[in-house]
Structure formats: C-alpha cells, structure tokens
C-alpha cells in the first residue's frame, strides 16, 4: 500500500508540475506544451544477474511510433533497467538511449512498478531530455506501460507532454 500510495503522489506531482509548466509556457506567450502518444514492440529482450531471486537486470530493443498531433516519427530505443532495492519508490528504473529515422536523439530515464505478479507488467513514470536534431534542448515528462513476454518480445504504450522547448 505504501508504494502504491507514493506511486500515486508521484504521478500527481508530475501532473500538477506539467500542467503548471504548460500553462507558464502559454502566459510567455507560447503555445501550450503538446502532448504526444506512442506505441510499439520491444525484441532482444536479454535477462542478466539474477543475485538471490530478485535482483536482475535486462536489456531490450524497442521501436516506437510516437504521434504528435498529425505528425508521427519511428524511433529506436536501446534500453538496459534493474530492479531496486525493496522499499524504493519504484520496483526498476531504466534507461534507453534512443535515435529517430529524422536524425533526432535522446535519453530516457523511467521508474516502473510491477503491476503483476509474474512480474512481466510494470508502469512507468519517466524523462526524456533531446540530444540532437530536432529535438535537441527539448525535455518531455512520460508515462508508459510494459508488457515482457516470455518468448523474449513485449510491447509498451504510453503518452507525454513537453515541458521545455530547448529556447
């Protein structure tokens, strides 16, 4: 309960920080922060470590159609996470590196809650900060939620809203 309880203040915080960063960006005279959708299939999934029974770590490729209004992109995520320390605000935490067929580039650092118990869903909380091309100087709040199959593939869903326009 307890983590549940700071997975929701976690989120709330992020909702309230987003909306109140958008509404700032408007008041300068900007338009609001859009948001944007993304969808896609995860493959390579490797699972490493294994110290007792809880502790691991994994890495996967993903590639993702990201939907901005009428706009749409296909990146390519390398990702690599590892479970946290029971207690923690979050169950894993990962990270994924990711280039667009634009040119663009990124980072994305995600907490994530199990939200099964075969341990192979999880919802995630996360930042994206632009590295290059379009995208370079720009940051983005996330969430997102993972499915890990066991035949090594998966797929992931999730939305977010940009809170910095890299000016």
């Not at 990711?98 to 995630?124: D, P």
Request: aromatic share 10%; proline share 3%; hydrophobic share 35%.
């Amino acid at each position: 309960m307890k983590k549940l309880t700071s997975a929701i203040a976690a989120v709330t915080a992020l909702t309230f920080a987003t909306g109140a960063l958008a509404e700032a960006h408007a008041e300068a005279g900007g338009p609001p922060s859009p948001h944007f959708q993304f969808e896609g299939a995860l493959s390579d999934i490797t699972i490493v470590g294994g110290v007792g029974d809880e502790v691991f770590g994994a890495s996967w490729t993903e590639t993702i159609d990201i939907a901005i209004g009428d706009n749409s992109v296909t990146i390519t995520s390398k990702c690599m996470g590892m479970d946290q320390p029971e207690g923690s605000l979050f169950d894993r935490h990962f990270t994924c590196t990711q280039s667009a067929e634009n040119g663009s580039s990124g980072a994305v650092l995600f907490g994530c809650n199990v939200e099964n118990e075969a341990g192979n869903e999880m919802s995630c909380y996360g930042y994206f900060q632009g590295k290059e091309g379009s995208v370079e100087g720009n940051s983005a709040m996330e969430t997102a939620y993972y499915w890990f199959m066991p035949d090594g593939s998966g797929k992931v869903v999730g939305a977010g809203q940009w809170i910095s326009s890299g000016e």
